[in-house]
């Protein structure tokens, strides 16, 4: 077997291993158990949150290859937002209906997909050290905290931070609003534009649109503290399963 089949195999090795972790660290019936699990955060709503983390953030390795060839091009808009802005100079409507909160919601939407290509970058590193550590696959969640246990406590740190401005983002239903119709009318457009605007591009940000709207469903319905409630509880739950996997020896 060639070294490029053995990474990917390893990669689709850690990617099935770290979505088992998820599951199990997102699964009610272990959440339940907790004292300080917020009223709201019932079974309905955990599914969706670990529904949103499997698909989004670790899709099953037969999704990655659209997925990240949609993340390369949203790569290149966060990279050159200009080329965004371009698109929406040519759309008089949306200058028109959200020209003086364009600036917020770039950012905003960039800030957003940013924090899922994170994850990715995670996973690599999960891989390169696997190799290094020569595991035999497939890998038990043992394996996978010692995978995790290999990089950088500042890394994993920066990733919950990426998190924690996501879910920020996303508990602004009036932003979030604004940013759904924006891409919207950018993919409008895009797709008028056959020969200036790649499938690639397209998908791109059909994909990060999709991200949106699912996020946006995390907090529907719940009022303002229930949002919080729930958003600190995640964080906390992050931070206290980080702080254990580095105090064990």
């Known amino acids: 077997m060639s070294k490029e089949k053995d990474n990917k195999e390893i990669l689709n090795e850690v990617i099935l291993g770290y979505r088992r972790v998820i599951a199990e660290r997102y699964d009610y019936k272990n959440l339940k158990k907790r004292s300080d699990?917020?009223?709201?955060?019932?079974?309905?709503?955990?599914?969706?949150?670990?529904?949103?983390?499997?698909?989004?953030?670790?899709?099953?390795?037969?999704?990655?290859?659209?997925?990240?060839?949609?993340?390369?091009?949203?790569?290149?808009?966060?990279?050159?937002?200009n080329k965004l802005l371009q698109i929406v100079l040519d759309s008089s409507s949306i200058l028109i209906k959200y020209g003086r909160y364009l600036p917020k919601i770039f950012n905003a939407g960039i800030k957003a997909l940013r924090a899922f290509r994170k994850?990715?970058?995670?996973?690599?590193?999960?891989?390169?050290h696997a190799i290094f550590l020569?595991?035999?696959?497939?890998?038990?969640?043992?394996?996978?905290?010692?995978?995790?246990?290999?990089?950088p406590r500042e890394e994993i740190e920066d990733y919950i931070k990426s998190m924690r401005n996501l879910f920020e983002i996303l508990r602004d239903s009036v932003l979030v609003s604004?940013?759904?119709?924006?891409?919207?009318?950018?993919?409008?457009?895009?797709?008028?534009?056959?020969?200036?605007?790649?499938?690639?591009?397209?998908?791109?940000?059909?994909?990060?649109?999709?991200?949106?709207?699912?996020?946006?469903l995390l907090f529907s319905l719940l009022?303002?503290?229930?949002?919080?409630?729930?958003?600190?509880?995640?964080?906390?739950?992050?931070?206290?399963?980080?702080?254990?996997?580095?105090?064990?020896?």
């Open 134 to 151: 020569n595991l035999k696959i497939p890998y038990s969640n043992h394996d996978i905290d010692k995978l995790i246990k290999t990089l």
């Open 223 to 249: 009022s303002k503290d229930d949002q919080l409630e729930i958003f600190n509880f995640i964080i906390k739950l992050e931070r206290e399963v980080l702080d254990k996997t580095f105090s064990e020896e």
């Open 178 to 216: 604004k940013i759904k119709n924006v891409i919207s009318h950018l993919i409008k457009m895009m797709k008028k534009k056959p020969n200036v605007y790649s499938e690639v591009e397209i998908k791109g940000l059909e994909i990060g649109y999709d991200i949106i709207v699912a996020g946006d």
């Open 37 to 81: 699990l917020p009223k709201s955060y019932n079974e309905e709503r955990a599914t969706i949150f670990k529904d949103y983390f499997l698909n989004y953030t670790y899709p099953l390795p037969d999704k990655r290859k659209s997925l990240n060839e949609a993340f390369l091009s949203l790569d290149n808009y966060i990279k050159h937002p």
């Open 119 to 128: 994850a990715s970058r995670f996973e690599k590193n999960l891989v390169e």
